[in-house]
């Protein structure tokens, strides 16, 4: 969340709780399961930090994550980290972004254009936060399979 309140100890706590993550030979629902346990377990440790420590109060991170499982990618994501799918040379968003100028765009009340010089671009309305937790958006995109890599 950029220079917001210990934003740098909470990204690298969230990092610290997913990395040990990896390829197990989950299935696609699996790894979302799991992912989404380790992200709420993240959220616990920042929670607790937070009560050690009183200068931590009120930090938070954005987060993007993404598990292999199998020839599936499976994402999660909160605020407005996004994920893309890079195929034939074209990027292609495939998350949607937590943020106060997507809803308005999701509400028709501007256009997809307007959101990157709107004032109030920067209000992520979703984060991972010690203070309250909002579950991730989880996400299967089993369509989009994984290159070999023999």
Known sequence: MGGHAAGDVASSMIVGALAPL?????SGEAALRVLGEELREAHAQLRHAMQEDPDLGGMGSTTIAMLRAGSKLVTAHIGDSRAYLLREGEFTQITKDHSFVQQLVDEHRIT???PQH???RPLVTRVMTCLLYTSPSPRDRPRHRMPSSA
């Open 22 to 26: 990896g390829d197990e030979g989950l």
């Open 112 to 114: 997809p254009q307007e």
């Open 118 to 120: 709107h004032p109030q």
